[in-house]
């Protein structure tokens, strides 16, 4: 994390800060974001085999970017996906339906589009009211089956609603892919993923975990 932002959770805590920053959120660190993810379901062998075999076989991805930001880990997913794909035995890239959630930065994510525009097959819808502690119980979700959710830079800011979210999640949620700068946050068997594979490239860690729970 930047250390801009980890000054502003300080002087005005996390609501605080995306309340007034959140329309022009940008991630700093987006091009380590990519290659660690490129590291993760690319260069490892069983995130490779994993993402093709369980996901890149069909030809309509359902993904949940969670608390999205401008959409960074959007983004990179999709680079990833895309040099993945000819390996696939798909034809064409999957068409993606896009959930994108968050409380503060949907307007920073339609801004940043309009720049970085998304594959013309992705249909988005805006899932503002997916906050952790509404994710921590259950009804936001109920119906909602993902292929994947990705959740960048932001899981460990779910503190006390860490469990309940995940645990909800993976019911949700085929795969789980989060990315951060640091340890955190610790996920196991007991909140109903499974790890797949760990990595860490310019000091940004990626996972890649499957539900136990689907
Ligand atoms: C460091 S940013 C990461 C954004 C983006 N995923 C990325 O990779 O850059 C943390 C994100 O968490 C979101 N956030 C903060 N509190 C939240 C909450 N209670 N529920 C859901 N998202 C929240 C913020 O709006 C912000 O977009």
Request: neutral net charge; aromatic residues 8%.
């Amino acid at each position: 994390m930047s250390s801009s932002i980890r000054h502003g959770y300080e002087t005005c805590g996390v609501k605080g800060y995306y309340e007034q920053h959140g329309q022009v959120y940008r991630n700093p660190h987006y091009r380590s974001l990519c290659q660690s993810l490129k590291q993760l379901l690319i260069n490892s062998p069983r995130g490779r085999t994993e993402i093709l075999r369980g996901l890149l076989n069909t030809d309509r991805l359902e993904v949940l970017d969670l608390a999205c930001g401008a959409g960074e880990g959007t983004q990179a997913l999709l680079q990833t996906l895309k040099i993945l794909q000819p390996l696939s035995t798909l034809q064409q890239f999957p068409k993606i339906i896009l959930d994108i959630s968050d409380p503060y930065t949907l307007e920073a994510f339609h801004s940043q589009q309009t720049k970085t525009p998304l594959p013309t097959t992705t249909t988005l819808r805006d899932k503002s009211e997916y906050t952790f502690q509404d994710m921590s119980r259950t009804e936001p979700l109920t119906d909602k089956r993902y292929d994947m959710t990705i959740c960048s830079y932001a899981l460990h800011l779910a503190e006390s609603c860490l469990f309940g979210v995940l645990y909800h999640l993976a019911m949700h949620s085929r795969y789980l892919v989060v990315a951060s700068p640091h340890k955190k946050p610790v996920i196991d068997v007991s909140m109903g993923w499974q790890l797949v594979e760990h990595v860490v490239i310019e000091k940004v860690h990626s996972w890649l975990y499957k539900s136990l729970l689907t």
